[in-house]
């Protein structure tokens, strides 16, 4: 009896499994699409990134100006002069280091400078270059003893002051242009009107998300809705948890900002005044002269092209920046040989510099075991309260 149901099919057993095969194909199915939208992305972005490099240096540049003209314009640099601006960069390039070091008790200068320009190589050569350039900060942080607890309080502080900067910015800039006499064209009046308005609202919602931790829940649990209003279009499923990454945020950061609120918002302001020393310099050393483009409008042109490198359309923002300066040094009365020239040698030193430094920073990271600790071992500090 038990022999003759041998190679038979059981019928509910039959059923079982055509539902099981009709659930796993359906799930195939809806896998599929999310999978196949991510490797687009990830194609996408890269070819994006490529099209707009290649047709800014390879179309735009050469439609603008002669490439013989801007190579003549950067030849004409005396070796004083090229000394000069050589250590200018320099410079820019460790104001970020003080700024890390303000944001992270406990971190040597030496630290930050390994971990700045090895992120910044990332962030200036890869797509979706932030993130990998952030995931290798807390890789080095870690090798050297902070906990995570640290790592993110000092990367987010950092992050959070230098968008206020790029925000505050364009107001100075439009204020400065204002009462200079220079003058400021309506769109650059309603950009900076905006940028008014932004800024009040980001410092507004940053004091009281440190207020308590009833306001830092609210304002989470608020932001997390409008992210999930903004995803959904893409069939990107609700955020969660943002109530109490606020409130964790606020118990991290509240002893460190207390503290060191002032020197921090210092630093960050000589950060960007620094870069913006480099692009005038540029422009100086080429031959654009004060009554050709001012400082204060250059300063201008500085400001909302910084607020274009926020969209990461390209790695660095190759490209799109160069257009920005580029077009709008030249409208605000430069010669465009020289404009040209100025800008391509300010990205040299302040975007393709970098690289090469970074490089040699990651790899000497890489060999050097002198500097590294146990997990979780570095220095105590009160300005951060510790956890893994």
Do not use: C
């Amino acid at each position: 009896m038990t022999q003759s149901h041998i190679g038979r099919d059981d019928p509910a057993k039959s059923a079982q499994v055509e539902a099981r095969s009709d659930v796993a194909t359906q799930s195939d199915i809806s896998a599929t699409g999310p999978r196949r939208r991510v490797r687009l992305s990830k194609v996408l972005a890269p070819l994006l990134s490529l099209v707009i490099v290649g047709g800014v240096f390879f179309y735009f540049l050469p439609q603008f100006t002669s490439i013989s003209d801007v190579w003549t314009s950067i030849r004409s640099m005396t070796w004083l002069q090229t000394t000069t601006l050589a250590v200018v960069a320099l410079w820019n390039l460790s104001t970020y280091w003080y700024l890390m070091v303000a944001t992270m008790p406990g971190l040597r200068i030496r630290e930050a400078a390994v971990v700045t320009e090895s992120s910044t190589a990332v962030s200036n050569t890869l797509p979706a270059g932030g993130a990998i350039g952030i995931a290798l900060s807390y890789a080095m942080y870690d090798s050297w003893g902070f906990s995570r607890s640290r790592s993110s309080v000092s990367l987010t502080v950092a992050g959070v002051w230098n968008n206020f900067a790029k925000l505050a910015m364009p107001v100075l800039a439009i204020a400065l242009l204002a009462f200079s006499g220079g003058g400021a064209s309506t769109s650059r009046i309603i950009a900076g009107i905006l940028g008014v308005a932004g800024l009040i609202a980001a410092v507004t919602i940053f004091a009281l998300l440190l207020r308590s931790d009833d306001m830092a829940r609210r304002i989470g649990l608020t932001a997390g809705r409008i992210a999930s209003l903004v995803i959904k279009p893409f069939r990107r499923p609700p955020v969660h948890g943002w109530d109490r990454a606020t409130v964790k945020f606020r118990g991290r950061t509240l002893l460190l900002l207390r503290a060191r609120w002032l020197l921090i918002t210092i630093l960050t302001v000589v950060s960007h005044l620094s870069l913006f020393a480099v692009l005038l310099l540029s422009l100086r050393l080429v031959g654009v002269s004060e009554n050709e483009v001012s400082w204060v409008q250059a300063l201008a042109v500085f400001a909302f092209a910084r607020l274009l490198s926020a969209i990461p359309l390209t790695p660095g923002g190759l490209g799109v920046i160069e257009v920005a300066l580029i077009t709008g040094l030249a409208a605000a009365g430069g010669p465009r040989a020289e404009v040209a020239a100025a800008v391509l040698i300010f990205r040299a030193l302040t975007y393709v510099l970098p690289i090469p430094m970074g490089l040699a920073t990651y790899v000497f990271w890489r060999r050097n075991h002198s500097w590294r600790r146990p997990p979780n071992s570095a220095p105590r500090t009160n300005l951060v309260p510790e956890t893994t």
